[in-house]
């Protein structure tokens, strides 16, 4: 069973509204990413940290910002939520190099922005 | 670019038929790794392939890794209605953000009882 916790599990908000999406492991990893799914497609990674104080943005352009002040800790935050939004936000932590180690993500969050 | 192309986008079969997903890239890949996202739910890691010509068995699923090490394979044997899902490759990413991977766009699996 992955140790890698997400909340809200879903989460439904109105436009205009700041969120935070929080994602917990327990694994102690260093490295932790962000990815977002459109229901059924492909994943898109729009945050990574490789440790403490790290984040860099992904591949895919993303309004919303992220933290690292704690190893077991990387939050996600939309300052102003837009239906655009609406999606699966996946956070994911890998033992090493993922390309070795592998992902292990968590539950996800589904948000919708109405 | 980098992406890895994955075929079918969809695949429908009848319960206890087989099943293959391909997954195909323009470079040669230092290894490949395969996921499975049930309905509803988030990927899981399945199994990474790294050596030329590699061949992985896990019950009735078998991974290929080309021996060129441009294109892989997942192939299920007589598919029962667990194997429900989304298929996912992914490849690594080379550039400014080394060691993160790439994912294809999936096959979505779907067995008829």
């Known amino acids: 069973e992955a140790d890698i916790y997400q909340t809200p599990r879903y989460l439904v908000i109105g436009t205009g509204k700041k969120i935070t999406l929080e994602c917990s492991q327990t694994?102690?990893?260093?490295?932790m990413y962000w990815y977002q799914q459109d229901p059924g497609m492909e994943l898109h990674l729009i945050h990574y940290s490789y440790g403490v104080n790290s984040t860099e943005k992904g591949d895919l352009s993303s309004e919303s910002t992220v933290s690292r002040i704690r190893t077991e800790h990387f939050p996600l935050t939309l300052e102003s939520a837009r239906p655009s939004h609406t999606s699966q936000y996946l956070c994911?932590?890998?033992?090493?190099?993922?390309?070795?180690?592998?992902?292990?993500f968590g539950s996800g969050t589904r948000l919708t922005v109405v | 670019g980098q992406q890895v192309m994955q075929i079918p986008q969809y695949q429908h079969v009848q319960e206890g038929e087989d099943f293959t997903t391909y997954c195909n890239s323009s470079t040669t890949l230092s290894n490949i790794q395969w996921y499975k996202q049930r309905p509803g739910g988030h990927p899981v890691f399945l199994i990474q392939?790294?050596?030329?010509?590699e061949v992985k068995k896990q019950k009735r699923l078998t991974f290929q890794f080309g021996e060129a090490k441009k294109n892989s394979s997942l192939h299920i044997t007589a598919t029962q209605t667990t194997d429900v899902g989304t298929y996912f490759c992914a490849r690594p990413y080379y550039g400014g953000s080394q060691g993160n991977l790439i994912f294809g766009k999936g096959t979505k699996l779907s067995v008829k009882p």
């Open positions: 392939l790294v050596k030329s010509g």
């Open positions: 694994m102690g990893h260093d490295k």
């Open positions: 994911a932590s890998s033992a090493g190099p993922p390309t070795v180690y592998g992902y292990t």
